[in-house]
């Protein structure tokens, strides 16, 4: 199993930057694919953005140009550097991680998610 601890939201101006961690920890043979997720009040929860074990990354065409995904994989992290921040990207943001267990199954898991307020 893994458990996912996200940290860094919080409340910025319109135009203003935040950076998004997630720390990955427990036992589990490789972490593959680690991600952003979001979730707007009434909305359903929508993909980010996310990064391969191997550095390959994924964007919605709504953060395009403004976030960024990088991982850590000695300290089993994944950052969300977001900048140009807009009052739409409010929302709860989720960490996503794809493991492999130690029974070589894959497994995924969310984080507890972190309040990220954009004000106008």
């Known amino acids: 199993q893994v458990r996912l601890v996200e940290s860094g939201g919080g409340l910025v101006q319109a135009g203003g930057s935040l950076r998004l961690s997630c720390a990955a920890s427990?036992?589990?043979?490789?972490?593959?694919?680690m991600g952003w997720y979001r979730q707007a009040p009434g909305k359903q929860r929508e993909f980010v953005a996310t990064i391969t074990s191997g550095g390959t990354t994924h964007y919605a065409d709504s953060v395009k140009g403004r976030f960024t995904i990088s991982r850590d994989n000695a300290k089993n992290t994944v950052y969300l550097q977001m900048a140009s921040l807009k009052p739409e990207d409010t929302a709860v943001y989720y960490c996503?991680?794809?493991?492999?267990?130690?029974?070589?199954?894959?497994?995924?898991?969310w984080g507890q998610g972190t309040q990220v307020t954009v004000s106008s």
């Open positions: 996503n991680a794809v493991i492999t267990t130690i029974n070589f199954r894959a497994d995924a898991s």
């Open positions: 427990g036992t589990f043979l490789r972490l593959n694919d």
